[in-house]
């Protein structure tokens, strides 16, 4: 059995599914679409399929449609593509407002179509086996620390324009308020504080998360940086345990007092496998296929939205903080 696809969107992300999904067996890649001519014919040559004339041709041809458009999009064509029966597999954000995320989630549950989001760092390798580290019930996480910082929003120039972003924490950050919630369980309260200080647009954020569990996260994030290595930081602790990762190269884990760290180097593998790219992307047509679930739950895709969402909102609030 094969799953017809198409793609909505043919930017780098585009791309970089079709690449991944034309080495699946189980896919025919059918078409792709954008307003834009040239990048639409210069995509259907590189992914060998057909160039749709609209977007509504793209869905008449296809099963399934990935969402790879701007963020401030991704809402309203994910709910086109529901409404006209079609698996969906929309890139992050989920939307970029409470509301247009309620909406959505609402329609996601009334159909019995697949939706995805492409929260891909769950099926990166250096974050599975922190995952796995922390599951295994005998290492408590007490405190935790993230960073996830750019080193500028002028590369491509649209990252500057919240019109299109929804803002900073849409773009890059909400990656890491997914792995907050995967890997330590439910926020309970916010506290943010933040300013504009380069770009027009709030660019630096200081966010405190705390935890159903009692533990408390720090979250750092920066939009003017430099690409300073790692950009991409976690640090868990625990009872006689650090675990440090280094964007998705490596994974540091210190097992108790006076032990040699266990290192963990994923830098060889290729940008789709280390990622969770390709691995995300096979979930999603198992899925569709009826071979197992989706790996992020309908509330998920509505959390990660809604974090983000609160520490705008802190912002604007005195004093900086919400509760959730």
């Known amino acids: 059995m094969t799953v017809k696809v198409g793609i909505l969107g043919a930017g780098y992300m585009g791309k970089t599914h079709g690449r991944i999904l034309r080495g699946d067996p189980r896919v025919i890649l059918s078409a792709v679409f954008d307003i834009d001519a040239q990048r639409k014919e210069e995509a259907a040559r590189e992914l ?33 593509a529901l409404e006209r029966g079609k698996h969906v597999f929309c890139e992050k954000p989920f939307a970029t407002s409470l509301e247009d995320a309620g909406k959505l989630l609402e329609l996601c549950r009334s159909t019995m179509s697949v939706f ?29 620390q993230f960073k996830m910082n750019r080193g500028e929003l002028e590369s491509p120039p649209w990252v ?28 309970t309260d916010l506290t943010a504080a933040g300013a504009a200080r380069t770009y ?17 996260l720090t979250f750092a994030s920066c939009a003017h940086s430099t690409w300073a290595f790692p950009f991409e930081r976690i640090e868990i602790y625990g009872r006689y ?34 990622w969770g790219y390709a691995a995300i992307d096979a979930n999603f047509i198992s899925a569709v296929l009826g071979e ?33």
């Open 160 to 187: 500057e324009n919240a019109a299109v972003t929804g803002g900073y924490l849409y773009e890059t950050p909400i990656h890491l308020f997914d792995m907050a919630r995967w890997l330590l369980g439910e926020v």
């Open 48 to 80: 060998e399929c057909r160039a749709a004339e609209s977007e509504e041709q793209l869905m008449d041809q296809v099963d399934a449609v990935y969402v790879t458009l701007p963020n401030t999009t991704h809402a309203a064509a994910s709910a086109r």
């Open 116 to 144: 995805a989001v492409g929260h891909n760092r769950r099926f990166a390798p250096a974050y599975m086996l922190v995952k796995e580290f922390l599951a295994g019930g005998r290492h408590e996480p007490t405190l935790a």
């Open 241 to 274: 345990f650090t675990v440090e990762t280094a964007e998705m190269e490596r994974v540091s884990i210190t097992h108790g007092l006076n032990k040699a760290a266990s290192v963990q180097d994923f830098h060889a593998l290729k940008m789709e496998q280390k």
């Open 200 to 216: 027009a647009e709030p660019d630096n954020f200081s966010l405190l998360l705390r935890f159903e569990s009692g533990l408390s």
């Open 292 to 324: 197992e679930a989706t790996a992020v739950t309908a509330d998920d895709r509505y959390r990660s939205v809604e974090l983000a969402d609160r520490c705008y909102r802190a912002l604007r609030s005195t004093p900086a903080e919400a509760q959730l």
